[in-house]
């Protein structure tokens, strides 16, 4: 820590033991304290590396809601029958028993970016000299006429994993014969952009063993997406003629959604579904609009540190970030806490900071092994995170191949989850 | 550190640096970890110069795989010696 910000943590430190109101959490350690917010790939995967590589120098807590973490990467294949609902959830113990991270299950509600506090849903404040802000999207609900946090129920998004994840499941499953499966894909930017498209193939995986008279229609608001040509090669491979995808120039923009009569309704139709999931626009998760740290929807960072340009106190990581060209998925999150970390690590306690480096690879699975990715690696440039070297999945490769490559997102997934949990 | 000290006099190793490698290691530990053994090898313990001359070979483009190609081609000499000592260290 340097003299200045050993300073103002003393007086801090000093000022919350006598004039607070509330009451604070404290480990009553001296040591710099760095608080997490979102126990995801960026928060927690933040929270792991601060603490094992500073080696208890640093007092790090997690702020994380869920006492049982389930991903959002892999929770299509949850949907489509190749996992298991137990295997994407994962705890925080090993935090807490192998780094010393103080792991508490609340809400962050606030935070006091002049006097370093973030006050929990218990009404406790906890302090920090360096906030890390990983709070994933919210979901834009008046982003699209119709829809609403009720709505949810009967048109799930289905976009946070979990409970939602299941009631669409069920909801396939349960579809009638010759039924109708609705997809309103996100407009962009969202969370994982190849996502929509993997959930349709794991539909139609569905579908086609058990109701292979059904159909599935995409109502798309954007013209392209993520691997398209790969994608719909390998709908026409394996589901030949279950899925139609409009574009916006063709339906000319989504209307309205009504969830009691399951419509869709667009300039050129109304589309009506016995299944619908519908993903609207996203944002930046509250805590980070709360903190100051946004512009718009999501929050500017400096991509050589992703600390935000708000605050250098203040990093945010992930989803909740404006850090493209990298796209928002858990790969890009744990990338980015990464650096943040070694950061972190370099203000608090001197260690040496090594140049930002990032890298993503998204897999996305068709059919049963017919996996493809694609993936980039990055640079911290002045105004953005740039990409140096990018590669995608090739539209002729063979059936070995592509199941290479779907073992490859197992281990990537074993290995991502451990480099979170561990 | 005894170990690494044996290891430098191997040119593909002089580079190296600890710290640096801890740093760049986690790049490689979102995906290789002891855990993910099936479909991505776990490297933790492996010997260093065989990691050295096999991150050289996706450099060069002689081992495939696209995602290690990529990570592989970021990487200059002294990264690659740093990563190999780094990981050589961690427990298998």
Redesign the interface.
């Known amino acids: 820590m340097n003299n200045l910000s050993r300073r103002a943590f003393v007086s801090f430190a000093l000022a919350s033991t006598s004039l607070l109101a509330m009451p604070a959490i404290s480990t009553g350690s001296a040591r710099p304290k760095v608080v997490v917010v979102g126990g995801g790939a960026g928060g927690a995967t933040a929270a792991r590396y601060i603490a094992k590589d500073s080696k208890g120098a640093i007092d790090v807590t997690l702020i994380e809601a869920s006492k049982q973490y389930y991903t959002c990467f892999y929770s299509n294949l949850y949907l489509g029958g190749f996992r298991e609902y137990d295997s994407i959830g994962h705890s925080y113990d090993n935090l807490s028993a192998n780094h010393g991270v103080n792991v508490v299950h609340d809400w962050a509600i606030s935070v006091d970016s002049s006097a370093r506090k973030v006050r929990l849903g218990s009404g406790a404040t906890v302090s920090y000299d360096r906030l890390v802000l990983s709070p994933g999207i919210d979901i834009k609900y008046d982003s699209i006429n119709g829809y609403s946090v009720e709505a949810q129920t009967k048109m799930p998004h289905a976009w946070k994993s979990g409970t939602q994840v299941k009631v669409l499941r069920d909801q396939v499953l349960n579809m009638p014969k010759g039924g109708t499966f609705a997809m309103v894909p996100p407009p962009n930017p969202y969370r994982c952009p190849p996502g929509p498209y993997e959930r349709i193939s794991m539909v139609a995986h569905i579908l086609k063993e058990r109701n292979p008279t059904a159909k599935i229609v995409v109502v798309d608001p954007k013209n392209k997406f993520s691997k398209q040509g790969l994608f719909m090669a390998g709908w026409e491979k394996h589901y030949p003629g279950m899925v139609e995808w409009i574009d916006n120039d063709t339906h000319g923009g989504i209307k309205n959604v009504n969830p009691e009569t399951m419509e869709i309704e667009t300039d050129l139709d109304t589309f009506k579904a016995d299944v619908a999931c519908v993903v609207p626009a996203q944002r930046a998760g509250a805590i980070a609009m709360n903190a100051g740290v946004t512009d718009g929807d999501w929050s500017p960072i400096i991509p050589a540190s992703m600390q935000t340009k708000a605050d250098s106190n203040i990093y945010v990581l992930g989803d909740a970030s404006v850090a493209s060209s990298m796209p928002k998925s858990g790969f890009s999150a744990n990338s980015q806490a990464k650096v943040a970390a070694n950061h972190i690590r370099g203000e608090l306690t001197g260690s040496k900071v090594f140049a930002a480096k990032f890298s993503n690879t998204c897999w996305s699975l068709v059919a049963t092994n017919d996996g493809i990715k694609v993936g980039a690696n990055y640079k911290a440039g002045e105004e953005k995170i740039e990409a140096v070297e990018k590669f995608v999945s090739k539209t002729d490769e063979d059936n070995a191949k592509r199941k290479k490559t779907y073992e490859e997102s197992i281990g990537w997934y074993n290995g991502i989850t451990t480099d979170m949990f561990s | 550190m005894l170990v690494f000290r044996g290891l430098v006099a191997e040119p593909l190793l002089e580079g190296a640096d600890f710290?640096?490698g801890?740093?760049?290691s986690?790049?490689c530990?979102?995906?290789?970890?002891?855990?993910?053994?099936?479909?991505?090898p776990a490297i933790n313990g492996a010997e260093a110069l065989y990691i050295a001359k096999k991150l050289i070979l996706y450099k060069n483009k002689e081992l495939e795989n696209?995602?290690m190609?990529?990570?592989a081609?970021?990487l200059d000499k002294d990264e690659i010696a740093s990563l190999a000592i780094y990981f050589n260290s961690l427990e298998k």
Do not use: F
């Open positions: 710290d640096y801890e740093y760049l986690g790049q530990l979102t995906c290789h970890q002891n855990s993910s053994d099936e479909g991505i696209e995602v190609q990529l990570v081609s970021a």
